[in-house]
């Protein structure tokens, strides 16, 4: 099993609908979880970050963390063309020599 | 500010050539790495630096070295190129907090293809 699963879709969803991309992981000891968008052919850009369970709004965006289920959620309200991208979710232990661990991505079109 | 600079972005090699990837940073972050990127794989980590004279392997550090002699820069080397190195790297960047890095600054990718 991997440490990070995420479903690499693609998923295709019209403008205006919300979308929900979602992460599992396996390492209770995660404390710290982020969402990366990578559109293509560039490097993955920060969208946002977390370190408790709940949510975390930012625009558009909201981020959410289960510990309990180990689960991380992204919703993006009102997508846009613009939003097309693979988003990455990451997560480590805040420990010297933890590094990252990131789940292979999930591809996203947003079709106007 | 130019934030992580990678060059070249794209090289063909022949299996067996050795060539190095270079980083540099702007940021003055501590905290430096190189990952590769396969379809389905995910991000994976190659080594990293947690300031200058400081390296360690990463997930798959076989076939790769780097040093540290400066903060700005984090050069990758292939030893002997092998079809199995074909991939997207990148490096990426961080503020440390007593060597644990916050979020990751990523450049734009050096595409490397081994015939």
């Known amino acids: 099993q991997k440490e990070v699963e995420q479903d690499p879709g693609p998923l295709s969803v019209p403008e205006g609908a919300i979308v929900s991309l979602n992460c599992t992981y396996s390492?209770?000891?995660?404390?710290?979880f982020m969402w990366y968008r990578q559109y293509s052919r560039k490097g993955p850009e920060l969208l946002m970050y977390?370190?408790?369970?709940g949510n975390k709004e930012d625009g558009r965006f909201t981020a959410q963390v289960d510990k309990s289920s180990k689960y991380i959620s992204l919703f993006i309200r009102d997508s846009q063309p613009s939003d097309s991208a693979t988003y990455l979710c990451?997560?480590?232990?805040?420990?010297?020599?933890?590094?990252?661990?990131f789940g292979p991505g999930t591809r996203l079109s947003v079709l106007p | 500010n130019a934030g992580v600079t990678q060059t070249p972005k794209f090289q063909v090699l022949k299996t067996g050539q050795s060539m190095t990837l270079q980083c540099a940073q702007d940021?003055?972050?501590?905290?430096m790495s190189w990952y590769r990127q396969d379809p389905g794989m995910g991000l994976r980590l190659i080594h990293y630096?947690?300031?200058?004279?400081?390296?360690d392997q990463g997930e798959v550090p076989n076939g790769y070295n780097v040093s540290r002699s400066t903060t700005e820069d984090f050069p990758l080397r292939l030893l002997s190129a092998a079809p199995s190195q074909t991939s997207v790297y990148f490096c990426?960047?961080?503020?440390?907090?007593?060597?644990?890095?916050?979020?990751?600054?990523f450049g734009e990718g050096s595409r490397l293809t081994v015939l």
């Open positions: 630096s947690v300031g200058a004279g400081i390296t």
């Open positions: 990451a997560m480590r232990v805040l420990q010297y020599g933890q590094n990252f661990v």
């Open positions: 940021m003055n972050h501590e905290y």
């Open positions: 977390t370190y408790s369970s």
């Open positions: 390492n209770s000891a995660f404390q710290y």
């Open positions: 990426a960047s961080s503020y440390s907090v007593r060597g644990v890095a916050g979020e990751l600054f």
